[in-house]
């Protein structure tokens, strides 16, 4: 592996690196002085879109090109709204940033404010992060002081008015239109779209939902340029029109059965192998994967043999998983049951499911109910095929969803049962001798609560 | 008209008004106030709902609807003086987080969502707090947790902690 100097986390491990002496004496706002006093906002958008940066929320979204959906000539307001809602089970990189470089996602902010013309900026934030909700504050706090936010920043008569707004644990307010709703004080269910949120958003107004690391990333394409970026990473493949390559550097979460979890950063297109024994230490206990999770619980499982797939945005896609998504990668040791994994995730989903949309709202519920009834020792291999059923029909890609929760649901349930089948049924028959084969209706079994 | 308020201090509403600047309509205040008033609370009653709703020009029910979508708000009674969520998403439960919500509340004698008889510990699962780097973990009012085992977080759980903000 070539080696690589951090630069989205240079702050971390320097004692006061969240404050904002620490963070200019790095170089931070200088480039966002010069961006307002020489460059136009169309000149901000036009350089993230050369840059090749694709949203780090999950979806892998061109961020330049979501920017220029929004209106033109719009007489305002228009709205950022910062999405830090980071629940994807495995994920963490949004926090790291937000404890230990506030300035740095603040920064990136403004240059999007002023790239896309909004003059208020709300962070949500899920309540789970105390630490970075003080943080932030404090930093906001010394921003607006420096006149790096409010009215007229640094005599250019540009302004951004910047707020933080607090979630209450639920995972749906990560979807970008879940947010907005909640944002406007109502349960958080996911628009139907079109309208698109560039379109009609927060407030019914045009709206930008970024996530805190895009920021970071837009924040340091201004300060070391778009050649700079377009040099880490992987190029766009020329066989391929569609594809924007996966451009930068990217922080990767490690957890689970590693000997040193933790937020790495490095080149997009990393190998699972590569993060596993390069940055942490190999498995754990000197054990071997039995699967790996690529990039938080919604994108689904790969194999041992699977682990040199890169991660980069078409990477996971190759060999069966949803996609990159939050980047999170969590090792499963061979001494997990897939059955139990499964249970976990079936489990966290069936509790995130905002209750919506019916296939995701019944298929998560019933996921779950299957896969307890597979653990108490009921299980029927029957119930493979009815999972792999609900798996295959929940979800935007299906069409029978409103967002793609359900997709992050079916997921894990497709990924583990194809890939794993031999140990499900050998779960199945060996704790179910009498009842493994039996086809008939069972009763149902109880509700399961959900948001 | 000078609403007649029996739980909304006159302190709980400055903070609220204190933030109305910020959005362009006040049903958006709807969290904020929510979160204001739990913070002193522990608890977001009924009453408490319909004041809220009073000053933000909303119907109780407005109000209501949005609180109980999150599952966050307890509205019979208060939560202990310290609630702890204990991690259950992959990356703790692979390091014994449903474990650990176990004997939490076994040592405890209450079961999971419970709280102790002197009001002073709620014990609730929680999905992923984004500390995985840590697992398993607890967020403790405002405190995170780390690298518990069933000893040293039942340890922890026994100090004194500053409310949640």
């Not at chain 1, 349960?187 to 996530?211: D, S």
């Not at chain 1, 029909?393 to 997709?407: E, H, K, N, V, Y």
């Not at chain 1, 794993?420 to 060996?430: A, L, S």
């Not at chain 2, 709620?122 to 069933?150: K, V, Y």
């Amino acid at each position: 592996m070539q080696p690589f100097k951090p630069v989205l986390l240079e702050a971390v491990g320097v004692s006061d690196g969240y404050t904002l002496t620490s963070y200019k004496s790095r170089g931070g706002y200088a480039p966002l002085e010069t961006t307002l006093s020489e460059k136009q906002p169309a000149d901000v958008v036009e350089m993230v879109k050369a840059s090749g940066l694709r949203g780090r929320g999950g979806a892998g979204f061109s961020t330049g090109l979501k920017w220029t959906f929004l209106p033109k000539d719009h007489p305002g307001p228009i709205y950022l709204c910062i999405n830090a809602d980071e629940s994807e089970p495995g994920t963490f990189n949004n926090r790291i940033l937000m404890e230990d470089d506030p300035h740095q996602v603040i920064e990136g902010i403004i240059l999007s404010a002023y790239a896309t013309r909004a003059s208020t900026a709300y962070l949500y934030l899920r309540y789970e992060y105390p630490r970075s909700w003080h943080r932030l504050q404090a930093a906001i706090d010394e921003a607006y002081a420096a006149g790096y936010l409010g009215s007229n920043i640094r005599g250019s008569g540009f302004s951004l008015e910047l707020y933080l707004h607090r979630g209450a644990a639920a995972y749906i307010c990560g979807e970008e239109t879940g947010l907005i709703e909640s944002l406007e004080g109502k349960r958080a269910w996911p628009r139907i779209k079109p309208p698109f949120p560039a379109i009609e958003g927060l407030f019914r107004k045009p709206t930008v939902v970024n996530n805190i690391e895009t920021m970071a990333c837009v924040a340091q394409i201004a300060r070391r340029g778009v050649d700079w970026f377009k040099s880490i990473g992987v190029p766009a493949d020329p066989a391929n029109p569609r594809d924007p390559g996966s451009y930068g550097p990217k922080l990767y979460c490690l957890s689970g059965h590693v000997e040193k979890p933790g937020c790495y950063e490095a080149p997009l297109g990393i190998t699972a192998r590569e993060l596993i024994d390069h940055f942490g230490g190999g498995v754990w206990k000197g054990r071997r994967a039995k699967a790996v999770i690529p990039g938080g619980i919604s994108m689904g499982l790969m194999t041992e043999s699977e682990l040199d797939t890169p991660l980069d945005f078409a990477g996971p896609g190759k060999v069966g998983c949803l996609g990159l998504g939050t980047a999170a990668v969590v090792v499963i040791d061979e001494t997990v049951s897939i059955v139990d994994f499964l249970h976990n995730s079936c489990r966290f989903f069936a509790h995130e499911s905002c209750g919506q949309c019916t296939p995701c709202r019944e298929g998560t519920s019933w996921s779950l109910r299957l896969l307890e009834r597979i653990k108490a020792g009921r299980g029927r291999l029957k119930d493979l095929d009815i999972l792999l059923e609900i798996g295959s029909t929940m979800g935007m890609m299906p069409g029978s969803t409103i967002c793609g929760l359900a997709d992050g649901a079916a997921w894990p349930i497709k990924n583990a049962i194809k890939k794993f089948r031999g140990e499900f049924e050998d779960t199945i028959k060996r704790t179910n001798p009498s009842g493994w084969m039996v086809t008939d209706p069972v009763p149902a079994l109880p509700i399961v609560g959900a948001h | 008209m000078i609403a007649k308020r029996s739980v909304l201090t006159d302190e709980m509403v400055a903070k609220i008004e204190a933030l109305a600047p910020r959005y362009p309509n006040r049903q958006a205040l709807t969290l904020p106030a929510l979160h204001i008033v739990n913070a002193e609370l522990r608890h977001v009653p009924l009453e408490a709902v319909a004041e809220i709703a009073a000053i933000l020009g909303l119907a109780p029910a407005e109000v209501q609807d949005t609180l109980s979508f999150y599952q966050f708000f307890y509205q019979e009674k208060p939560h202990g003086t310290v609630r702890a969520f204990v991690c259950r998403s992959i990356s703790c439960a692979l390091r014994g987080g449903d474990q650990l919500l176990e004997h939490l509340c076994h040592a405890n004698d209450i079961r999971p969502y419970g709280t102790t008889a002197d009001g002073s510990l709620t014990i609730e699962p929680a999905e992923c707090l984004g500390a995985c780097d840590f697992a398993p973990c607890i967020l403790a009012n405002d405190d995170l947790l780390m690298n518990m085992t069933p000893d040293t977080a039942t340890a922890a759980l026994k100090q004194p902690r500053a409310k949640a903000t």
